[in-house]
C-alpha cells in the first residue's frame, strides 16, 4: 500500500515541523511542508497529494483565500481540504459552513488526535 | 674542538662558581678529564638496542628513563654536556652521543631518541643539514631538537627554528641550570604536542566509532572497526571483547583484533577454574572497576592459577573495563600486550573506557532495534489479524455488530467469555452481549460496585486492566466469576467521542492466557470500535426518540413539517401534514397535487405568495383547504426558502398548522363582537333620544316661564275682568312653577338670571351652592362682585356687547365664598319680550374645573414631552403610514446634520436609508406597521454628507381611535462608533487567540508525542518535538509578558518611577541587553557621547531603547550600522500648550524601510508590516504599542520617520523636567 502524502499549509515553522513528525511517527504518512498559501498551491500543483492541511490565519494570503484559489485550479481542485484554525467563536466559524471543505481541525491539537480527527474527516481507515 | 670554546666555558664555569677556590676548580678540571678517557673507552654505548617503539613518557613522573641524541664534535663540550645533565638532574637521562652527523643518522634508523642536542658546527655536514636528512629518513618521526652554537647570530637562530629545531642554545652561555631547564622545556612541549595529538586521535577514534554505530545495526562490524582502531591506537598486541554467559564468570571472545594471527583467541569459551570468587571480580567490573595490570608475573594480587592461564594466552600486561548493560556485566573490553610488559597510561585507561561505553551505546542500540523490529513483526501479524476481523466486521454493521464482535474475539483469542456492556446508570450496567465459546447466552446486569469495574470505567486512555488473582473477593457479586472458577479477567472502558465511559469490554478465561499480551491488543483495537459504535447507536436510539417525540408533539399539536424541492419539484411531507390535509398516507406527494388542495379562492394567492417567498419574501400564509368531504380547513403556513451559493431558490421548509379551531373561534368571537356593537348603537340612539327629550324639555320649561311672565303681567293687567280665566291660569301657572322649579332646584347646573340693570333676579340653589354661598346671600350680590380679578373687564365688555347678542357661550372664573377659584362654561341668552325689548340675561353654569385641570395637566405633560424630545441624546423620528417624516426632534438634526425643515416631509425610505438596505426596511417598515414586529431594529442611515451611521431603533406603532396604524414613533441610538470599537475588541481578541493558540500548538502536539511515548525522547525526532516545544514556551512567555506589560500601561497599574537620570546610564543599560544580538547579527551600534538629564522612569526608558534598538537590529543588513542620537530640544515658540524642553531620542537604522500608509499603524497592537514579521522576527507585535504607551505615559511623543528600501528613523521625547511642575508654573 501506497503511503499517504499530506501537504501542511501554516506561515508558523514549529507548527508545521511537529506535524510533520507526528504524521509520519503515527501514521507513517509522508508530509510536504508550505510556509504560505502560493508555496502551498505550488507544491500541490507538482506533487501528488491527498490531502492538503490548511492554516486559517496567515499573511498575505489567508487560508480562505488559499482555499478558493486550490478550488478554482483544476488540476488541483480535487484534493480534499481540512482547514487548522484557533477561531473558536461560533460568528467566525460559520464562514466555514459555506464552504466546500473537508473538514476544521480546531488548534491546539494532540498529535494523536490530530492523526485520529484527520483519518474520521478524510475515511482514511 | 675549539679552544676559545672552552676557554669561554671554563670563564663561564669561573663566573658561575666563583665561590670556588682556584685549587678546586683545577682539581675539578682533571676529575673531568679522566672522565672523558673512561667514557671514550665505552665507545659501545652508542650500540645499545632499543625498542623501536617509543612510549610516550610523562614528565611528572620521575622515574621515566629519557634517551638524550648528542651530536658533538667537541668530546670537552659532550663530557660537559652530559656532566650537567647527569648530575645532581632530578631526571633519568640516557645519553647517545656522536662526534660526527653521519654516524648519527646511521643510529636513527633502527632507534629514536627522545631529544637531539645538536652542534651546529660539526664536521661534513652542520646542524640544520642533519636535521634535514633526518626528516628525509626518518619522515613520520619528529624528534625534538635543541641547536647549540657559539655563533650568537639572530638570523641562525630562526633559521634553525625554521628547521624544526625546538630551541637554540648559545654554547658561550651554557649553564647546568640552563640546558637542563632548555632540555626539560623542549622534552615537555614535545610531551604536550604529543599528547594533544594522541589526545585527537583518540577523539577521532571515538567520534568515528560513536559515527559508526549511529549508521549501522550491525554488532560485528561496529565491533571489528572498534577493536581494529584500538590496536592501532594503543599499539598493543591484542583486544577483545569478551562476552559473559553465565554468573560465574564463564564466557566468549566474540571478537578480537590481533598482531599476529597466532595469538588469536576468537571464539574460545573460557570456563577456567582459576575463575574464583568470580561473584564477587564480577560484581567488582560491575560497578566499573578497571583492570590495568603492567606486568603479570609480578603483580602479587593474582593468584598463581590465574597467572599461569594468562601466561597460557600470552598475556605480559593487560588493561581491562567492563561493558554493563542495564546495570548487568555484558562482557568486557580487554587489551593485552603479548610480548613486553607494559605501563597504562591514564589517557589510554580513558581511551578504552570511553570506547568500552561507545560499545554499550551500540549494543544497547541494536538490542532495541532487534525488539523494535521484532516487536513491529508481530504488530503486523496482528494487524493483519484484526484488519481481516474489521472488515468482516464492517460489512456486518446493521446485523448485531456486538454479537458477532465478542464471538470473533471468542474465537481468536480461545478465551471462556467474551462480555460487552452498556452503562445504565452510575451503579448498574447490562450486557449487550454475551459470548460462551462462541455461543451467545442470556445477557445479564452487573453491579459496579465491584471494584475492578469503577477501575476499568475509571481508566478511559484506552488501558486494559488485567486481574489474574483472587478474583472470586474482587467480583463477589459476579455470577459467571462466582460460579466458573476464572481466573483471568481482562476488560477494557467504551468510551464515547467526548471521552465519557459508556460500556464496558470484558474477557474472562478460566485459566491464565497464553498470549495475555495479543488479547491486550485486541481488547485496545477493539474497545475503541465499539465504543464508536455503542455510541452510533446510542445516538440512534436518542435520534428515533426524538422523531418519535417530534411526531407526536406534530400529532398533538396538529403541527406538520414539509420540504420542497424546487429543482426537482418534490415535495415531502411529515406525517401530520398528511393528517391536516385529510390525504390518506399512501398518496403520492407533488407541488400540483397541494396546490390543487387548496381552496379555489385562495389558490391564486398562495401561488403569487409562494412566487414572493422565492424572491426572498417571508413565507407566511393562511388559506383555505377543501377537505376531500367538501369540509373547509384553515391551515396556516410557514416557510423559509433555501438559497444556493448564487442566491437562487432551490428549496424551501416550513411548517403546517392547523388553525380551523382556531378561526371558527375567532369568527364566533366577531360574531359577538357584531352582536355587542349593534347593541351599543341601539343604547346610544336611545341616550340621543332621552337627551333629545331633554333638551326638548328645557326649551320648553324656558318658554313657559316667558309665558308665565307674560300671564303675571296679563293677571296685573286684567285681574279684575278674567277673575275666572285668572284663577284658572294661576293654577295652571301654579302646576306649572311648581314643575319647572323642581327641574331648575335639581338642575345639576347653575341656573343666574340677571334683570336688564345686571341685577340679580334669580339664582337656583345648585348656583349658591358652586359658589359656596345661601341663595338670600347671592341674591344680593352682583354677578361681577363673584367674578375673579382677571376676568371682570372682559365680562364688563361682554355685558356691554349682550343686548346684541341673543345666544352666547364662553369661560368664566368665578371666586367661591372660600376664596377658590372655580372655571365655568357659560352659555348666555338674552331674554326679550314679545317685541323683541331686552329684558335681562339667564345663564346657564357649568363647573369646569375638573375638565380645567386635566387641560392644565395635558398642557404640563405636553411640556415636559416636548422638553424631553428637545434636550434627549437620542434620535426621535415620528413617521406616517406612507414612511414620510412628521417630526424630527434636535438631537436628530444634530446626528443627521440636517435641519427639520429640511426632512419633514420627505420619504424616509428613499431620503435615508442607503440602496442596499432599502429593500430590507421596506419589508421591515410595513411589517412594524402590520404586525407591530420589530420593536428593537438596527441598520445603517445616510447623514446628509452622505456617510453611513449604524443605529438601533425602538418603534412604536402609532393608531387611530379604531386601532388601525397611522405611523410609527422610532427612538434610535447612534452606535457607529460603539459597534467599530466592539469589532476591534473582537478582532484583538481573535488576533490575541490566535497568537497564544500558535504555540500552545506547537507545545501540545510536541508533548503529547513525548507523553504518548510516540517518540522516543533521545531520538532526532524527539530531540526536534522538545526543542519546538521550548520554542513555543519561550514565545508564549514573550507574548503573555507583552500583554501583560500593555495592559497594565493602558489601565494605569504601572506607576512610573520618576526620578532624573543621565541617558549615558540609560544607554549602557540598554546597549548592554542588547550587544549580543548586534554581534550576531554583524551591526555596528553608533552611540551618542554626550550626556543629559532627563526625569524618567529609567527602566522604562532603557525598555523603549532595547525594544527600537533590537528592531532595529533585525531588521538591518549585515555589516550594516545604527545610529542613536540623544539631541535637546526647547519647546518651539508657537507651541503655547507645551513650554517643556525635552530630550529627543532617535534611533536610525540602514533596513528595508516603511511605506507611508504603515507610518501610524506600526505602532498600533499586532500591527507589523507583514505579519511573518512576529515570527521570524522572534517579535510579538506588541512591541512598538509598548514603546508608544510608555513614552506617551512620560508625556512625551513617539513617531517614525521613513523611506521605503532606504531606513527608518523611531524618534520619541521625553520631557526633561516633571509635567506637574510645568504646568503649576504655567
Given amino acids: 500500500m501506497i503511503n499517504k502524502r499530506v501537504l501542511i499549509v501554516d506561515d508558523d515553522l514549529g507548527i508545521r515541523r511537529i506535524v510533520q513528525i507526528s504524521l509520519k511517527a503515527i501514521a507513517n504518512w509522508d508530509v510536504l511542508s508550505a510556509g504560505s498559501g502560493s508555496e502551498g498551491i505550488a507544491i500541490a500543483e507538482t506533487e501528488s497529494i491527498d490531502a492538503i492541511l490548511l492554516d486559517v490565519m496567515m499573511p498575505d494570503m489567508d487560508g480562505i483565500e488559499t482555499f478558493a484559489k486550490i478550488k478554482e485550479n483544476p488540476n488541483i481542485q480535487s484534493v480534499p481540504i481540512i482547514l487548522l484554525t484557533a477561531k473558536t467563536k461560533v460568528s467566525e466559524q460559520k464562514q466555514f459552513n459555506n464552504i466546500a471543505i473537508a473538514g476544521v481541525i480546531m488548534k491546539p491539537f494532540k498529535a494523536p488526535a490530530l492523526v485520529d480527527q484527520i483519518r474520521s474527516i478524510l475515511n482514511w481507515n | ?1226
Avoid at chain 2, 875 to 885: F, M
Avoid at chain 2, 896 to 916: D, M, R
Fill in chain 2, 1 to 1226: 674542538m675549539n679552544s676559545n670554546n672552552v676557554r669561554d666555558f671554563k670563564i663561564d664555569l669561573v663566573i658561575e662558581d666563583h665561590e670556588k677556590s682556584k685549587e678546586q676548580l683545577i682539581a675539578e678540571l682533571a676529575e673531568l678529564r679522566n672522565e672523558i678517557l673512561a667514557l671514550e673507552q665505552k665507545s659501545l654505548l652508542s650500540e645499545t638496542v632499543q625498542e623501536r617503539s617509543r612510549p610516550l613518557i610523562n614528565f611528572s613522573e620521575e622515574e621515566g628513563i629519557c634517551t638524550i641524541l648528542m651530536v658533538e664534535d667537541s668530546e670537552i663540550d659532550r663530557t660537559c654536556y652530559r656532566l650537567f645533565l647527569t648530575r645532581n638532574s632530578p631526571k633519568n637521562y640516557q645519553i647517545v652521543e656522536f662526534s660526527n652527523a653521519e654516524d648519527a643518522l646511521i643510529w636513527c634508523i633502527d632507534h629514536v631518541a627522545d631529544i637531539m642536542l645538536i652542534d651546529y658546527v660539526l664536521p661534513g655536514m652542520n646542524g640544520l643539514d642533519f636535521l634535514s636528512e633526518l626528516q628525509q629518513q626518518v619522515r613520520h618521526e619528529r624528534t625534538p631538537c635543541i641547536i647549540m652554537t657559539n655563533q650568537a647570530e639572530q638570523e641562525l637562530a630562526i633559521q634553525s627554528l625554521k628547521s624544526g629545531a625546538k630551541d637554540f642554545l648559545n654554547k658561550g652561555k651554557m649553564t647546568p641550570e640552563g640546558l637542563n631547564r632548555a632540555v626539560t622545556n623542549v622534552l615537555q612541549q614535545s610531551y604536550w604536542i604529543e599528547e594533544q595529538e594522541l589526545q585527537r586521535e583518540r577523539q577521532n577514534l571515538v567520534n568515528m566509532i560513536a559515527y559508526s554505530i549511529r549508521q549501522s545495526f550491525e554488532l560485528d562490524g561496529i565491533f571489528e572497526f572498534t577493536l581494529n582502531e584500538l590496536r592501532r591506537l594503543l599499539q598493543c598486541d591484542r583486544v577483545l571483547i569478551y562476552q559473559f554467559q553465565s554468573i560465574n564468570g564463564d564466557g566468549k571472545i566474540i571478537n578480537e583484533s590481533v598482531v599476529d594471527p597466532a595469538l588469536s583467541l576468537l571464539g574460545q569459551e573460557i570456563t577456567d577454574i582459576c575463575f574464583e570468587k568470580s561473584t564477587e571480580w564480577v560484581e567488582l567490573y560491575r560497578q566499573g572497576r578497571i583492570c590495568s595490570i603492567e606486568n603479570i608475573e609480578a603483580d602479587s594480587s593474582l593468584s598463581a592459577c590465574y597467572q599461569q592461564f594468562l601466561k597460557n594466552i600470552h598475556v605480559q600486561a593487560k588493561l581491562v573495563v567492563p561493558i554493563v548493560q542495564e546495570k548487568h556485566l555484558w562482557g568486557l573490553l580487554i587489551a593485552h600486550q603479548c610480548t613486553a610488559t607494559r605501563h597504562w597510561t591514564v589517557p589510554e585507561i580513558e581511551l578504552l573506557n570511553l570506547l568500552s561505553m561507545q560499545i554499550e551505546i551500540a549494543i544497547q542500540k541494536v538490542g532495541l532495534q532487534q525488539q523494535a523490529q521484532k516487536e513491529r513483526q508481530e504488530n503486523r501479524e496482528i494487524e493483519k489479524t484484526i484488519n481481516y476481523i474489521a472488515s468482516g466486521l464492517v460489512a456486518k454493521i446493521g446485523e448485531d455488530f456486538f454479537q458477532l464482535l465478542i464471538c470473533y474475539l471468542s474465537q481468536i483469542l480461545e478465551v471462556d467469555y467474551v462480555c460487552i456492556a452498556e452503562l445504565t446508570n452510575a451503579q448498574t450496567a447490562e450486557t449487550l452481549a454475551v459470548c460462551h465459546h462462541q455461543q451467545i447466552i442470556d445477557n445479564f446486569e452487573i453491579n459496579l460496585k465491584n471494584q475492578p469495574y469503577s477501575k476499568i470505567l475509571g481508566s478511559k486512555n484506552n488501558t486494559v486492566q488485567i486481574y489474574q488473582n483472587n478474583l472470586q473477593d474482587l467480583f463477589f457479586e459476579h455470577k459467571i466469576i462466582q460460579s466458573s472458577n476464572i481466573h483471568t479477567f481482562l476488560g477494557i472502558c467504551l468510551v464515547d467521542s467526548s471521552q465519557k465511559a459508556i460500556g464496558f469490554l470484558t474477557i474472562l478465561h478460566s485459566s491464565s492466557l497464553e498470549n495475555i499480551a495479543l488479547a491486550e491488543k485486541f481488547l485496545k483495537v477493539f474497545g475503541s470500535r465499539a465504543g464508536a459504535e455503542l455510541e452510533r447507536q446510542q445516538i440512534e436510539a436518542k435520534l428515533r426518540k426524538s422523531e418519535a417525540d417530534l411526531l407526536e408533539a406534530q400529532r398533538i399539536a396538529h403541527v406538520g413539517h414539509w420540504k420542497w424541492n424546487k429543482n426537482i419539484n418534490e415535495l415531502w411531507w411529515s406525517e401530520e401534514v398528511y393528517h391536516i390535509f385529510g390525504v390518506a398516507l399512501k398518496q403520492k406527494i407533488t407541488f400540483d397535487f397541494f396546490i390543487q388542495q387548496i381552496h379555489p379562492l385562495d389558490r391564486d394567492r398562495v401561488l403569487q405568495e409562494t412566487e414572493a417567498a422565492l424572491r426572498g419574501h417571508t413565507f407566511r400564509t393562511v388559506y383555505r383547504l377543501q377537505w376531500p368531504n367538501n369540509e373547509t380547513r384553515f391551515i396556516k403556513i410557514l416557510g423559509k426558502v433555501i438559497f444556493d451559493k448564487q442566491g437562487n431558490a432551490v428549496a424551501m421548509r416550513g411548517v403546517v398548522l392547523d388553525i380551523t379551531e382556531l378561526k371558527k373561534a375567532e369568527l364566533e368571537l366577531q360574531r359577538v363582537n357584531l352582536g355587542l356593537e349593534e347593541e351599543v348603537k341601539a343604547r346610544m340612539n336611545e341616550l340621543t333620544t332621552v337627551h333629545q327629550k331633554l333638551q326638548n324639555e328645557l326649551c320648553e320649561r324656558k318658554q313657559i316661564e316667558a309665558e308665565k311672565e307674560e300671564s303675571e303681567i296679563f293677571y296685573s293687567n286684567h285681574l279684575e275682568k278674567e277673575l275666572n280665566e285668572k284663577q284658572q291660569i294661576a293654577e295652571k301657572l301654579k302646576e306649572s312653577e311648581i314643575r319647572y322649579r323642581r327641574i331648575v332646584e335639581t338642575s345639576s347646573e347653575g341656573i343666574w338670571q340677571l334683570d336688564k340693570n345686571k341685577k340679580t333676579v334669580f339664582v337656583n340653589p345648585r348656583m349658591a351652592e358652586m359658589l359656596g354661598y345661601s341663595v338670600e346671600e347671592i341674591t344680593k350680590l352682583s354677578l361681577l362682585d363673584l367674578i375673579d380679578e382677571t376676568d371682570k373687564e372682559p365680562v364688563k365688555y361682554l355685558i356691554e356687547q349682550r343686548e346684541n347678542n341673543l345666544i352666547s357661550q364662553y369661560d368664566l372664573q368665578f371666586r367661591r365664598k372660600n376664596g377658590t377659584i372655580m372655571w365655568t362654561m357659560v352659555s348666555a341668552r338674552s331674554v326679550v319680550d314679545e317685541e323683541g325689548k331686552y329684558l335681562g340675561r339667564l345663564k346657564m353654569i357649568t363647573d369646569i374645573s375638573d375638565r380645567k385641570r386635566a387641560e392644565a395637566a395635558l398642557q404640563e405633560f405636553n411640556r415636559r414631552w416636548r422638553s424631553v424630545l428637545d434636550t434627549i441624546q437620542m434620535i426621535v423620528v415620528e413617521l406616517d403610514k406612507y414612511g414620510n417624516v412628521e417630526y424630527v426632534n434636535p438631537f436628530f438634526e444634530k446626528v443627521f446634520q440636517f435641519s427639520s425643515e429640511e426632512v419633514l416631509g420627505k420619504n424616509w425610505l428613499t431620503t435615508f436609508v442607503p440602496a442596499h438596505s432599502s429593500e430590507e426596511i421596506e419589508i421591515v417598515f410595513e411589517e412594524i406597521l402590520k404586525n407591530e414586529a420589530h420593536s428593537h431594529y438596527e441598520n445603517p442611515i445616510l447623514i446628509k454628507s452622505g456617510e453611513e451611521r449604524l443605529i438601533t431603533w425602538r418603534n412604536s406603532v402609532l393608531k387611530d381611535n379604531s386601532g388601525q396604524p397611522t405611523g410609527l414613533v422610532a427612538i434610535g441610538e447612534d452606535i457607529t462608533e460603539r459597534n467599530h470599537l466592539e469589532q476591534m475588541k473582537s478582532e484583538f481578541v481573535s488576533i490575541v487567540s490566535h497568537e497564544l493558540k500558535t504555540p500552545l500548538t506547537a507545545i501540545q502536539a510536541s508533548l503529547s508525542l513525548l507523553h504518548e511515548k510516540i517518540v522516543d525522547p533521545n531520538s532526532e525526532e524527539g530531540e526536534e518535538s522538545i526543542s519546538i516545544a521550548v520554542d513555543g514556551v519561550d514565545r508564549l512567555v514573550r507574548l503573555v509578558n507583552d500583554i501583560l506589560d500593555i495592559e497594565r500601561l493602558r489601565s494605569g497599574k504601572i506607576n512610573l518611577k520618576k526620578i532624573y537620570c543621565d541617558t549615558q546610564e540609560i544607554i549602557k543599560k540598554a546597549i548592554a541587553e542588547i550587544r549580543q544580538l548586534a554581534e550576531r547579527s554583524n551591526v555596528t551600534i553608533n552611540l551618542p557621547s554626550c550626556s543629559l538629564q532627563m526625569y524618567a522612569d529609567c527602566d522604562r526608558i532603557v525598555q523603549v531603547l532595547i525594544n527600537l534598538i533590537s528592531n532595529a537590529i533585525k531588521f538591518s543588513p549585515m555589516h550594516s550600522t545604527i545610529d542613536l542620537l540623544v539631541e535637546s530640544r526647547m519647546p518651539e515658540s508657537t507651541d503655547k500648550f507645551n513650554t517643556s524642553s525635552s530630550l529627543l531620542f532617535k534611533v536610525c537604522d540602514q533596513g528595508r524601510g516603511i511605506a507611508a500608509q504603515h507610518l501610524e499603524t506600526v505602532f498600533e497592537r499586532f500591527k507589523q508590516i507583514d505579519a511573518s514579521d512576529s515570527r521570524d522576527k522572534e517579535g510579538t507585535g506588541l512591541g512598538l504599542a509598548i514603546c508608544r504607551d510608555i513614552v506617551e505615559q512620560h508625556g512625551g511623543k513617539i513617531w517614525v520617520e521613513s523611506v521605503l528600501t532606504q531606513g527608518s528613523t523611531f524618534c520619541f521625547s521625553i520631557p526633561t523636567e516633571p509635567l506637574e511642575d510645568l504646568i503649576h508654573d504655567q
